[in-house]
């Protein structure tokens, strides 16, 4: 019975202030610190507005560096439902089961309700906004520059650059927004280091610039040769290595230019062998070119110079010079031990134009009549000396890189295959062999494809082989305009027992030649017109196995690996003619 009367007494209760606050939020119900005790609902949301009515029109006010942004709610994403918090409000202690609602009404009576007022963000449209107002900001690093011109060192810096953090801005955003009170937020950015510094290079500047500083005078008794500034400056190259924090400059000569400049240096000092010129003469050995004593510049030994010297302060050197003295001379002919053919190589130049034909007898010329002695090493790039016109050259076509264009001696590698192949049949052991990266047409009539060699002088590739036969060699070359042919010939003495047998070549991983042409820009062509100077041809692989036996055992075996690519069409026109419709 008493339970029914408190129910009674409760619901009757329940229904008085129902009654006393019809429409009106009850008593001791607040929204966020705003009391709303018995006010309407539109009371209410007046009350509350006025509270927060700054921060529901301009929430966050962003800036950096001078410069303000004052987005809207809308724009930031941002949502504050005032409407629905005052809802709620009004019926806390309303709208529930009749036990529920008489709790709700206690617990406001004696503690008061206090509800919060939520605010969403839609981060979608925050990061948006965000990124938009950036773009302008971010910029990438410049990286620091630095170059050679007309001798002289050129550098730019570095500059930093920025990266606008979305991320952080947009969390700063949102934690400001839970104040509910207007806030500033600054920016948040990063710089972004460039990964060439303006540090990075200035070691490599420092170098370049004491390069630069003034001439190498180079001095051999009292001759003296300088390696201008102009030189140097053409020589330097700047290599860029990168590691974990960024890119370091580093500057150095190009060891192959520079290989090149002190290659003909030694021809200017002497460079070809001091021993005498010698015809085999049927036997009855001549000299044609007496011995002399000479002086050899060690050329490996002035580009270490060069490299230590460069970047000091020291601009006068020594040149590393010593004398040669001729071991053959007319009395000691008869004990060289050259008494036989020892070995052949041909090779045949049909179709050659001229100034090939010119430049493989200027070879020919050079290498005719050497003394190799026994174990002297012979390198075809040292006797040859420089390729120009004053060892009687001329410009033609030859193989640079991958394609064929004019440069002095072309055709020089006729040579260099013939006498290649003059050593390989000897039995010599090769030092220094390089075959072309090509198909070449004019080395396959006496001998498989596969059996050439290809030369560069100053720095490039190099044919050397060793005078193992216990006795001096003497080279003998020939050119036979009649048969368009090129014979090196080996005099001395065959080493007793030694046979040489050769495989034939074995041919893998064949490729066709490329089907679309090649087209190379020179000024020199005559408007309108295509000039073939490559044949297309296919690629391939090829083995070739020397075999060397002494008395039937195997004392040598070598593997002669060739890997020719695939070569278009090649032509040479005009800038200004237009390719060939494809």
Known sequence: MLSVLLVGAGFAGLAWLDREYTNRIYPNVALQGVNLSQKTQAEAKAAVEQKFGSFLKQPITITYQGTTWQPTPEEL????????????????????????????????????????????????????????????????????????????????DSVKGRMALIDDTASEVVRSLQTLQPQTVALRTRELEPRLSSDSIAEARRTAEAMLASPLELV???????????????????????????????????????????????DKIGRSSVEPRVHWNGGNLRIFREGRIGYRLDVKATVDMINGAVTT?????????????????????????ITELVSVGKSDFSGSAQYRITNIKAGVN??????????????????????????GFVEGYAIVGNRTQLEPGGGI?????????????????????????????????????????????????DLRFVNDTGNWLLIQGYVNDADASVTFAMYGTKVPGRTVERTEPKITNQTPAPTKPVYVDDPEQPLGTFKQTD???????????????????????????????????IFVKNPKTPKPAS
């Open 77 to 156: 994403g941002v949502r504050v439902d005032v409407d629905r918090a005052v809802n709620e409000a009004y019926n806390a202690g309303r709208g529930n089961g009749l036990v529920e609602n008489l709790q709700q009404v206690g617990t406001i009576y004696q503690e008061g309700l206090d509800l919060p007022l939520r605010v969403s963000i839609d981060g979608n449209v925050l990061n948006s906004y965000l990124t938009g107002i950036v773009t302008e900001l971010e910029q990438p690093p410049t990286e620091a520059t630095l170059t050679i011109a007309e001798a002289q060192v050129q550098t730019t």
């Open 366 to 391: 050079l290498l005719h009549g050497i003394l190799i002695p026994p174990d002297g090493e012979f390198s075809f790039n040292e006797n040859i000396g420089a390729i120009d016109e004053e060892h």
């Open 413 to 461: 590698c006729q040579d260099s295959t013939t006498l290649f192949r003059a050593a390989f049949y000897a039995g010599l052991p090769f030092t220094d062999w390089t075959p072309h990266r090509f198909r070449i047409s004019w080395y396959e009539k006496y001998d498989p494809i596969g059996m050439d060699s290809t030369i560069f002088t100053g720095g490039g590739p």
């Open 220 to 266: 051999f008794n009292e001759a003296s040769y300088e390696l201008d500034q102009a030189t140097i400056a053409d020589m330097i190259v700047l290599q860029r290595i990168e590691t974990d924090t960024g890119s370091v400059l580093n500057a150095q000569l190009d060891q192959t230019k520079l290989e090149k400049w002190a290659t003909k240096l030694a």
């Open 535 to 569: 044949t297309a041809r296919g690629g391939m692989n090829i083995e070739i196995v020397r075999t060397v036996k002494q008395n039937g055992e195997v004392v040598r075996t070598n593997r002669f690996i060739t890997k020719f690519e695939a070569w278009p069409n």
């Open 313 to 337: 302060i020291t601009r006068k050197l020594d040149l590393p010079v010593e004398e040669v003295q001729p071991l053959a001379t007319a009395e000691t002919l008869s004990s060289l031990g």
